[in-house]
């Protein structure tokens, strides 16, 4: 494996998690068991590129996308490869940046040639990517953002499993505020950026389909710490559910500031405050609230598959470990790594990269310990539209609730 601008916290894990492809390894990229040349496929190696925001606001994500997929690709050489070859893999930080992330896939594409690409791991890099993607013929795995831009309308040679998109997250969450917490007065605070606009807008769509104007709709920047002013006015709506949609920290801030400001509502948020930390990071505060889940199972949970991974994560990372990781990213990268790896057992030994896209087109209800169950087809690129609900608990523990959302009564 290698990696490029080892850089920050990352540098260990990046430094243990890859080593130099040898120049013998690139003259390796010959035609493979006489059929044409494809991209990335030798008679020993597949070469996949792993892009994700290893620097920036977006790391945690990043992080969790390479991480999870480096255990994941490692198992699969461990137990002797792909239908004969072994993965070898390339990482590339996009720094939290749109035009870096575009730099970097296309370098992933045009020089490195690889075989795949699995990432971006943030919304804001994926929905830049967009005009890329529709003439990129290079297969793209996505294991953890969630804008809908790259799904709707389907992209070709992109996939996506583990969170559901923001437009399917945000309609199965208002749905589950009037259905099953009977909200009468509902208000939203949500992310300035592609993630959070794209859920916000889709929350207020839903809710005004079933004739529920929004008590109040406020915004907020990633890396806004005071959240007075909104919070402020959310209060003075008196709403029974306030909806937060963005990233763990800001989540988690806006939450203990609006118990510190006397907020009575029930605090209701989206896949991405799903973290394992949150509790710890609001505080008291934070029994109570729910958050919809995109996995099967909780990271620090008592489910074998999960005490499974978490003993393997930490002896692979353990600098991530003392994060207090594994956490939902490192689970989708896993989980998403594993999709990955059966597509391509079924796409047998003539490897093609049209031939990956019709294997993972066949996968229906494929399983998987951790993440939900992932079905693709010709025409659908979403691979999991439903998600778990997860309430903190009085001890600040979390729970799993018996119920799954969907995104029924959506339109697109």
């Known amino acids: 494996m290698r990696a490029e601008r080892a850089c920050g916290p990352f540098v260990r894990l990046r430094q243990a998690a890859f080593i130099l492809l040898s120049a013998a390894s690139v003259a390796l990229a010959l035609p493979a068991r006489g059929v044409a040349a494809e991209p990335g496929v030798s008679d020993k190696e597949i070469k996949i590129g792993v892009l994700g925001s290893l620097t920036g606001p977006f790391a945690i994500f990043g992080t969790g996308n390479l991480a999870g997929a480096t255990i994941a690709f490692e198992e699969a050489n461990a137990a002797g490869g792909i239908n004969g070859r072994k993965l070898e893999w390339i990482s590339l930080d996009d720094e939290s940046s749109p035009p870096k992330g575009i730099a970097a896939y296309k370098r992933l594409v045009e020089q490195e040639k690889v075989f795949a690409v699995f990432g971006p791991a943030s919304s804001a890099i994926g929905q830049a990517l967009v005009p890329t993607l529709k003439s990129s013929t290079t297969p793209t795995f996505v294991s953890v953002f969630s804008t809908p831009a790259v799904t709707e309308p389907p992209i070709p040679i992109l996939f996506r499993t583990g969170p559901m998109n923001d437009r399917q997250q945000g309609t199965a969450i208002a749905n589950y505020v009037v259905d099953h917490l009977g909200a009468k007065k509902i208000a939203l605070i949500s992310q300035s950026d592609e993630y959070g606009k794209r859920g916000g807008e889709s929350i207020t769509s839903r809710l ?15 890396s806004d710490t005071d959240f007075t ?21 800001p989540s988690a801030i806006i939450t203990r500031q609006a118990k510190q400001l006397g907020l009575k509502a029930k605090i209701m948020g989206a896949n991405s405050a799903g973290s394992r930390a949150y509790p710890k990071i609001v505080g008291e505060a934070a ?27 930490e002896q692979r990372f353990p600098d991530l470990a003392r994060q207090g990781r594994p956490d939902l990213g490192d689970v989708l990268g896993y989980g998403g790594g594993q999709v990955f790896i059966e597509a391509l057992r079924r796409a047998g030994p003539e490897l093609t990269q049209q031939g990956f896209i019709k294997a993972l087109e066949s996968l229906k209800n494929f399983e998987n310990p951790l993440i939900l169950p992932t079905t693709f087809s010709a025409t659908e690129r979403e691979g999991n539209q439903s998600a778990k609900v997860v309430e903190i608990q009085s001890d600040l523990s979390r729970k799993i609730l018996p119920v799954v959302v969907r995104a029924e009564g959506a339109g697109k």
């Open 208 to 222: 005004s389909e079933r004739k529920i104007e929004l008590a109040s709709s406020e915004v907020f920047n990633i």
């Open 287 to 313: 029994a109570g609230t729910q958050n919809i889940l995109t996995l099967k199972v909780l990271p620090e949970g008592d489910d074998p598959a999960a005490v499974k991974f978490a003993k393997t994560f």
């Open 229 to 249: 002013a909104q919070l402020s006015r959310t209060i003075a709506a008196n709403p029974d559910v306030l909806i937060v949609y963005g990233y763990p920290n």
